[in-house]
């Protein structure tokens, strides 16, 4: 079984969009900021699945590749989904996608699509989406998910692009959390222009 994980860009004020993020301004006002360095160095990287290609430092080259190249399937939120329009039909890694929505959208199942709606929680998510990635991983995109898959033990490691600006307000990645605190060992870091990626194992008791 590979890992469930989450990939987040994030402000060092702990924002992934600023307000009022919607179809019009995906990451919201001032969040494109966020994914400056996504666009800001010399390195190409294609991201898988996608026509999208990214020019990065080597040092975020190197991680992007890592990371992303052992994904096997993608959960994400309905929010997400729709603010990107579902990525014209091309998700993220070009990997098996499962979108929790309390309802489905019909205009999106068809045979062949890339994306399942799960109207029956994160967890149901992320176990199907464990099942077709078999020993590939899992990755998690958006807030809330994170913070549910966070809350019922699910999420093995967090990866954070750490970007120093300060939003002020938006979409926050950790709140909604719950009692409790909840402990990470950090088990990397990487120093490159315009950020700091940061990954984190989350720590589960025996
Ligand atoms: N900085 C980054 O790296 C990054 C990456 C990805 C996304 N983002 C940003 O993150 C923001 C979206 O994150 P978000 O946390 O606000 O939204 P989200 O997680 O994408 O979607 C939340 C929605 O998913 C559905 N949902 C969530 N949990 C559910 C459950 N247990 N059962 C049924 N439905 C459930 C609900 O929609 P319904 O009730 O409508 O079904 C809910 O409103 C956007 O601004 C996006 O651009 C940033």
């Known amino acids: 079984m590979g890992k469930v994980a989450t990939g987040l860009t994030m402000s060092l004020d702990g924002f992934i969009a600023g307000p009022n993020d919607g179809p019009e301004n995906p990451l919201g006002e001032s969040g494109m900021r966020l994914f400056d360095w996504y666009s800001s160095g010399d390195t190409d990287y294609e991201m898988p699945g996608t026509e999208m290609v990214f020019r990065v430092s ?34 993220p890694l070009g990997v098996p996608s499962f979108v929790v929505t309390h309802a489905v959208p019909q205009e999106w199942v068809y045979e062949g699509s890339p994306f399942t709606f799960v109207t029956d929680g994160v967890e149901s998510a992320v176990e199907q989406a464990r099942a077709v990635a078999g020993d590939r991983d899992v990755s998690v995109g958006a807030a809330s998910i994170a913070q549910q898959c966070i809350r019922a ?46 990954t984190f194992r989350l720590v589960k008791e025996d």
């Open 58 to 91: 080597p040092a975020s080259a190197e991680l992007l590749r890592e990371a992303f190249g052992t994904m096997g399937a993608f959960v994400t939120g309905r929010r997400t989904f729709d603010i990107a329009n579902g990525w014209g039909g091309r998700p």
């Open 153 to 198: 033990g699910l999420l093995d490691e967090v990866h954070i692009n750490l970007v120093p600006v300060l939003l002020g307000e938006g979409v926050r990645l950790f709140e909604h959390l719950g009692d409790g605190q909840v402990e990470l060992e950090r088990t990397r870091v990487i120093e490159a222009p315009g950020v700091t990626h940061l």
